[in-house]
């Protein structure tokens, strides 16, 4: 069975930091590229960034630059999402996606909260 399942959501202060992670199985998860996307309240699903499959490439919205990084580690079959400098304009439900040709797998995503 597939499944991609993020944590590590939460309510931070702004200017914090928060890691999200997200957990694969059922899948070859080295053998796919793994985004991360956000929904606000109101608006629609937006990408976050992206790292390829052995994690040599990486990109990033310019909303987030600088901020947030994505990471991975293929043998534990694990994503990840470092966010620094936090803003409320950041406050969402993450999602992680795991994608390759004719395949695509989302998470239930997770929620962040920035507020103080």
């Known amino acids: 069975q597939v499944q991609l399942v993020e944590s590590g959501g939460g309510l931070v202060q702004p200017g914090g930091s928060l890691r999200l992670s997200c957990a694969a199985s059922?899948?070859?998860?080295?053998?796919?590229?793994m985004s991360w996307y956000r929904q606000a309240p109101g608006k629609e699903r937006e990408l976050v960034g992206y790292i390829s499959n052995d994690g040599g490439e990486t990109d990033y919205v310019d909303a987030v630059k600088g901020r947030f990084t994505i990471s991975r580690d293929n043998a534990k079959n694990t994503g990840y999402l470092q966010m620094n400098s936090l803003k409320p304009e950041d406050t969402a439900v993450y999602y992680c996606n795991a994608y390759r040709t004719l395949r695509n797998y989302w998470g239930q995503g997770t929620q962040v909260t920035v507020s103080s």
């Open positions: 059922g899948f070859t998860f080295s053998a796919y590229g």
